[in-house]
């Protein structure tokens, strides 16, 4: 079984192959970030004109290992949503357009499901059920995965998602976006305890990272913005604030549920704090499974690896479809 997946949710054009057995042939992702950078976020229309321009080429150099044969491909599956429409709009509308050309079947898959089974990529045993914190730049999930099937919400942020708070902060602080990583490198020389910034605690495992958001705006205000330590310094600080706000609702989360496997996904899945982190609060507790950073942000081996399982749970039916950018997160 091999799958060519199309990903244009947002500010990555990405293609990929993979192939039963959970192998990435080939992964691409040509990042806009640069040219959003200048406005401080993703700007919707030169997103959608961006996937336009570029998809071709991606696919084509997603393709280069089959020769550009699609007869070694057996399906296409495409990120139908959520995410931006005129993004959603491309790859959609390029994934049918290919289907129709070559008669192969084009599968929808859910972008936030696709965050998820990237971790079957990094560990192909791993069967549900288990508990995943899910966490980007739109979301800030908790879920109990019971089955391919059935999935449930067991809280989310009620504000801000923690990738946006990451970026806001960011902008605070005069860095470029994404502000994640910019986050990490200035946050490298920071002493994370000099300042003292809440972790706020809701019940039900929500999130709510406005208040760390705003926190972080009034302790600028007392101090000088331009100095590289003081910078550093309340960089590290968020990071701790927002990496500790995380783990301690997905260690609730995983003693209230019995879990005994633990996935965590999305964008801020990267973070190396994040990440020591949870395996250091889990050991011994639940088996963790993080994808590679390259698989946690955006990327298109993800919606084919959720491609891959939703072809072994319900074969290559599918029924005629549109981008969705509302579409609930999980649902297939
Ligand atoms: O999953 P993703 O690539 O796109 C969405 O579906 O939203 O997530 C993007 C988010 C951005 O907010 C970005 O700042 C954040 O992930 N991110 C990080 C890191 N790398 C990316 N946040 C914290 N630390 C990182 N190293
Ligand atoms: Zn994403």
């Given at each position: 079984?091999?799958?060519?997946?199309?990903?244009?949710?947002?500010?990555?054009?990405?293609?990929?192959?993979?192939?039963?057995?959970?192998?990435?042939?080939?992964?691409?992702?040509?990042?806009?970030?640069?040219?959003?950078?200048?406005?401080?976020?993703?700007?919707?229309?030169?997103?959608?004109?961006?996937?336009?321009?570029?998809?071709?080429?991606?696919?084509?150099?997603?393709?280069?290992?089959?020769?550009?044969?699609?007869?070694?491909?057996?399906?296409?599956?495409?990120?139908?949503?959520?995410?931006?429409?005129?993004?959603?709009?491309?790859?959609?509308?390029?994934?049918?357009?290919?289907?129709?050309?070559?008669?192969?079947?084009?599968?929808?898959?859910?972008?936030?499901?696709?965050?998820?089974?990237?971790?079957?990529?990094?560990?192909?045993?791993?069967?549900?059920?288990?508990?995943?914190?899910?966490?980007?730049?739109?979301?800030?999930?908790?879920?109990?995965?019971?089955?391919?099937?059935?999935?449930?919400?067991?809280?989310?942020?009620?504000?801000?998602?923690?990738?946006?708070?990451?970026?806001?902060v960011a902008r605070m602080l005069g860095l470029a976006?994404?502000g994640?990583p910019e986050i990490d490198r200035v946050a490298r020389d920071g002493d994370p305890l000099r300042y003292r910034l809440?972790?706020?605690?809701?019940?039900?495992?929500?999130?709510?990272?406005?208040?760390?958001?705003?926190a972080v705006l009034y302790l600028l205000r007392e101090l000088p913005r331009d100095d590289p330590q003081v910078r550093a310094d309340v960089a590290a600080a968020f990071r701790l604030a927002?990496?500790?706000?995380?783990?301690?609702?997905?260690?609730?989360?995983?003693?209230?549920?019995?879990?005994?496997?633990?996935?965590?996904?999305?964008?801020?899945?990267?973070?190396?704090l994040?990440?020591?982190?949870?395996?250091?609060?889990?050991?011994?507790?639940?088996?963790?499974?993080?994808?590679?950073?390259?698989?946690?942000?955006?990327?298109?081996?993800?919606?084919?690896?959720?491609?891959?399982?939703?072809?072994?749970?319900?074969?290559?039916?599918?029924?005629?479809?549109?981008?969705?950018?509302?579409?609930?997160?999980?649902?297939?």
């Amino acid at each position: 079984m091999r799958l060519l997946a199309i990903e244009t949710s947002c500010d990555e054009t990405a293609a990929a192959v993979v192939e039963g057995g959970w192998m990435v042939v080939s992964s691409v992702v040509a990042s806009q970030a640069q040219a959003h950078s200048a406005f401080g976020g993703v700007v919707p229309e030169l997103a959608a004109r961006m996937h336009l321009e570029r998809l071709g080429g991606v696919v084509t150099a997603a393709l280069e290992p089959d020769g550009g044969d699609l007869r070694a491909l057996d399906g296409i599956a495409v990120t139908r949503g959520p995410g931006l429409v005129g993004c959603l709009a491309v790859g959609v509308s390029y994934a049918q357009a290919l289907g129709l050309a070559t008669g192969l079947p084009v599968l929808a898959v859910n972008h936030m499901t696709g965050h998820v089974l990237a971790a079957k990529l990094e560990d192909p045993g791993l069967e549900p059920p288990f508990v995943a914190l899910v966490v980007s730049g739109g979301h800030t999930d908790l879920i109990e995965y019971r089955s391919h099937r059935d999935v449930r919400l067991l809280g989310a942020t009620r504000d801000d998602a923690v990738g946006e708070a990451f970026d806001k902060v960011a902008r605070m602080l005069g860095l470029a976006y994404p502000g994640g990583p910019e986050i990490d490198r200035v946050a490298r020389d920071g002493d994370p305890l000099r300042y003292r910034l809440p972790r706020p605690a809701l019940p039900e495992f929500d999130f709510s990272f406005s208040g760390l958001k705003t926190a972080v705006l009034y302790l600028l205000r007392e101090l000088p913005r331009d100095d590289p330590q003081v910078r550093a310094d309340v960089a590290a600080a968020f990071r701790l604030a927002a990496v500790e706000t995380l783990v301690t609702q997905l260690e609730a989360a995983v003693e209230t549920t019995g879990a005994t496997r633990v996935v965590v996904a999305g964008g801020v899945a990267s973070n190396p704090l994040l990440r020591a982190r949870v395996r250091e609060r889990l050991a011994g507790v639940a088996e963790v499974t993080i994808p590679a950073p390259a698989l946690c942000t955006d990327n298109a081996a993800m919606i084919g690896a959720a491609g891959l399982v939703r072809v072994g749970v319900a074969g290559f039916e599918t029924a005629p479809f549109d981008p969705d950018p509302g579409l609930r997160a999980y649902a297939s």
